[in-house]
């Protein structure tokens, strides 16, 4: 009966290591494309801004 309890318990945390070691896995890649479309854009769209609203100025050093 030892035995036997032993090896469901082994059997139970393998899985159990598939498991959460598996699932971060699939959510990077599913997500990974979709996030790197949200970084572009944002770069995209602030690229040359200023909080404030005013445009870059190109000045000389002083």
Same mark, same amino acid.
């Given at each position: 009966?030892?035995? @036997?309890?032993? /090896?469901? /318990?082994?059997?139970?945390?393998?899985?159990? /290591?598939?498991?959460?070691?598996?699932?971060?896995?699939?959510?990077?890649?599913?997500?990974?494309?979709? *996030?790197?479309?949200?970084? @572009?854009?944002? *770069?995209?769209?602030?690229?040359?801004?200023?909080?404030?609203?005013?445009?870059?100025?190109? @000045?000389? @050093?002083?």
């Amino acid at each position: 009966m030892t035995v @036997e309890y032993i /090896l469901l /318990l082994i059997a139970v945390f393998f899985i159990g /290591l598939k498991f959460f070691s598996g699932a971060p896995q699939d959510a990077f890649k599913k997500s990974g494309p979709v *996030l790197g479309m949200r970084v @572009e854009k944002q *770069l995209i769209t602030g690229d040359g801004f200023k909080p404030n609203g005013d445009r870059n100025k190109w @000045e000389t @050093e002083q």
